[in-house]
């Protein structure tokens, strides 16, 4: 799949797109994504993990800038669509704020009839929107010395450098 930015897309009705500082329910992604014509509801659960590279991470800060990042995701969508007929339901939310160790950051779920293309989709969507989505965090960490530090990371970067993201 090719993520194009041809025009604006527009959001489906039986999909759902967020961004929002409210904490993401796993159950409630499950449910947008569900379908009478599904086999497989496939959900990728993103998670704010203790460590960084061997840091130790106390907190994530996540900024975005949303009418973009809506309109990747939007995109993502309509990219999953051209490649797999068959999908059902798209649903994308992501957090921003800040979070501590264990919050969910991202829910990607995809609702196929088949189990091998809601894998391959869902893989695909949180693979282009760590890629693309103008999407930022801010790693806090506890020093040695008992201060906190902290650095900015892009998402994509991330996924550029080929980093522990």
């Not at 965090?137 to 970067?157: C, F, M, N, P, Q």
Request: glycine share 6%.
């Amino acid at each position: 799949m090719t993520t194009t930015f041809a025009s604006a897309v527009k959001p489906r009705a039986e999909d759902s797109f967020a961004i929002t500082f409210a904490p993401l329910s796993l159950e409630e992604i499950y449910a947008k994504s569900d379908d009478p014509a599904n086999g497989a509801v496939v959900v990728m659960s993103g998670m704010v993990r203790n460590q960084t590279d061997g840091k130790p991470v106390i907190a994530l800060e996540y900024q975005a800038y949303e009418p973009m990042a809506l309109q990747i995701f939007y995109q993502i969508a309509a990219d999953i669509r051209l490649s797999i007929s068959d999908v059902n339901r798209v649903v994308i939310h992501h957090r921003i704020g800040r979070l501590q160790v264990g919050e969910i950051s991202v829910l990607v779920a995809i609702g196929c009839p088949h189990r091998s293309e809601a894998f391959e989709a869902c893989q695909y969507a949180i693979d282009t929107l760590k890629h693309n989505a103008p999407i930022w965090k801010k790693e806090w960490y506890s020093e040695l010395d008992g201060k906190l530090s902290s650095t900015w990371v892009s998402i994509g970067a991330c996924e550029q450098s080929g980093g522990n993201c």
